[in-house]
Each structure stands twice: as structure tokens, then as C-alpha cells.
């Protein structure tokens, strides 16, 4: 029997915990180092490995509650923080968390934040002050999540998809992105959007509206939106995200961006 099977038989109580330990264990260090994904990108589309998932909450079973001393910090937890050997070549500013089980490839900065296990962050990538990266969560090459952006996690169901964000993509500040939402390569959030699995997109840069769920597409700039909904007591405005034009391709996407940002006044 693999490991993918022996974690599933666990997971549905087939097999015991006992059994199970080392490849739970096995699975939990692949993600540390950035061998295994909770998620990877197919010419299909995003795959979720939920086998990967059920071995994180398998992980939760096995592991005691321990005492974690940080210089005059003590916390009480099942997970340790990465501890950083200096030769990763991610740049660490102090205050920054990473939970064990979580990869950040070389390149990447982390200002003082959060990132959860089971989470991807990848090349170049700037995670910036107070900006969260949940369970799971996906984040691409060349991102930038501003201060105090929140990418939400999911663990369970095991069968739900965590929050993509794709290469050079930039969060403006204060964004929320949950529920297993896509934030499609070289997309611009203007500051404050939300996302979420129920949100609607609408792109009104032409004539007619289109309409988008959960997934945000690539070269999209969004910014905050209401529209208007009937209610028993009335008319309210409801929160959507607008989509108001496009990322030019054919320029760099340093110029790109900063193109962007005046051409449609958009916050960050």
C-alpha cells in the first residue's frame, strides 16, 4: 500500500493512527521542503490533493500539545514554528511567522506576517506587514499581498480548494481573498476588495456586463463595487468586486502595473 492510500485508510478509520505515523510524518516534511503541494496546477486546471490535506489532520491527531519558548514568548501548541537556518534564501524580517509544514521558495520576503501550514509561497514573492497566508493557501511567483491583506485557509472539507493566488499577481491593502476563490495570473486587487466563493465579479470595461464567481481573471484590475439588491425591507446596496480594465501584456509588468494604478485610480 503507498503512502497516498495508507493516509486515506486512516483518515476514514480503516487503518490506526499508529500505522499511519510515518507517512503522515513523511508528508508533513515533504511539504516543509517544498516536494509535495496541497495543490498543483494541471493543463486541466488547479488540482487539490486531498490525500495531503487528510495527512495534515491526521498530523493534528498525532501531535501533543507542547510548550514553545521564543526568547520571552511562550505559546502552547501542536505545531512548531520554522526555525530558519539563514541559508534558504528567503528574507525573514523579525516577526514574521511560519508554521512548520508551510514552503516558502528562495526569493520570497516575509515583513512581519503569518503563514499557516500546508501553505505555498513562491518565488520573489513579497508577503507584507500583517498580511495572513491561510491553510493551504496557494501564492504564486512575483506576488505582492500588501498590508494587512487576508488569504484565508481550508482544511476541511478536505474536498474543498483552498485560495489560489497566480504569478504576478498584486493584493492591494486590506483585501480578503477566502473560500477557495482564483485570483488569476498578473490580476490587480485595488485596495479593500473582498472575494469569496459567492462573490460577484463583474467586468463592466465594455458595452455589457459579464458576470464571474469565485475566480478572477488573469490581467483583471478590480476594484471595491456595490450593486443594488431587493430586500422585504427595501432596496440595500451589497458588496461586489467591479472589474474596470485590463493589464497591458505587452509591456514589462513593473511599467504595467504602475500604468495601471494611474490610469485607473486605483488604491492600493
Known sequence: MNREELIHEAFEGKKSLEEAKE?????????????????EKTPDGWKTNFWVKEAILLFFRIQSMVLIECGPFRFVDKIPVKRWK?????????????????????????????????????????????????????????????????????????????????DHVFIGSRCIVVEGAVIEENAVLGAGVVITASTKIIDVSQS????????????????????????????????????IGQRTEATDRKTSLTAVLRDFDVAV
Not at 23 to 36: C, E, H
Request: net charge neutral; with cysteine.
Open 23 to 39: 507517512a503522515v510524518l513523511s508528508t508533513l516534511k515533504d511539504l516543509d521542503l517544498g516536494r509535495l503541494r496541497v495543490c
Open 208 to 243: 455589457k456586463e459579464v458576470v464571474y464567481r469565485g475566480r478572477v481573471p488573469k490581467n483583471s484590475v478590480v476594484i471595491p463595487g456595490t450593486q443594488i439588491k431587493k430586500f422585504a425591507a427595501g432596496d440595500y446596496q451589497v458588496p461586489c468586486a467591479l472589474i
Open 86 to 166: 539563514g541559508d534558504e534564501g528567503v528574507r525573514v524580517v523579525p516577526q514574521a511567522i511560519v508554521r512548520e509544514g508551510a514552503y516558502i521558495e528562495k526569493g520570497a520576503i516575509l515583513m512581519p506576517s503569518y503563514v499557516n501550514l500546508g501553505a505555498y509561497v513562491g518565488e520573489g514573492t513579497m508577503v507584507d506587514t500583517w498580511a495572513t497566508v491561510g491553510s493551504c493557501a496557494q501564492i504564486g511567483k512575483y506576488v505582492h499581498l500588501s498590508g494587512g491583506v487576508g488569504i484565508g485557509g481550508v482544511l476541511e472539507p478536505v474536498q474543498a480548494s483552498p485560495v489560489i493566488i497566480e
